[in-house]
């Protein structure tokens, strides 16, 4: 069984920095799309960032590129999300998702939630003005 758990969110200024943490317990291999989501109060979920942990080019959504980066460390077996410049607009529980194996982050798809099936219990980012 898959289980992401998320860690490294806080409360911040605006145009600080954050770097959150997701680690996989049991289980972590080059074959799947994991990535970062964000839900806001009264909002919908947001896909942020998405990776294929066997290489490829990430995705990103609009409102963070140039300021968001995700990455993966295979030996620790653990994806990051690095922000920078953060916002109130960033302001949200942030998850991380992995899809099963053998499925590649695609274009079309990677924001949707129908394509992961591990989410961790989210951490919290909170940016004040």
């Known amino acids: 069984q898959v289980q992401p758990v998320e860690s490294g969110g806080g409360s911040v200024q605006a145009g600080d920095s954050l770097r959150l943490s997701c680690t996989f317990s049991?289980?972590?291999?080059?074959?799947?799309?994991m990535g970062w989501f964000r839900q806001a109060p009264g909002k919908e979920r947001e896909g942020v960032a998405t990776m294929y942990t066997g290489g490829g080019n990430p995705y990103y959504g609009d409102s963070v590129k140039g300021r968001f980066t995700i990455s993966q460390d295979n030996k620790k077996g653990t994806l990051y999300l690095q922000m920078n410049s953060l916002n109130p607009e960033d302001t949200a529980m942030y998850f991380c998702?992995?899809?099963?194996?053998?499925?590649?982050?695609?274009?079309?798809?990677?924001?949707?939630?129908?394509?992961?099936?591990?989410w961790g219990q989210g951490t919290q980012v909170t940016v004040s003005s």
């Open positions: 049991g289980y972590w291999d080059s074959s799947r799309c």
């Open positions: 998702a992995a899809s099963g194996p053998w499925r590649d982050c695609k274009s079309g798809s990677w924001s949707l939630g129908a394509t992961y099936d591990y």
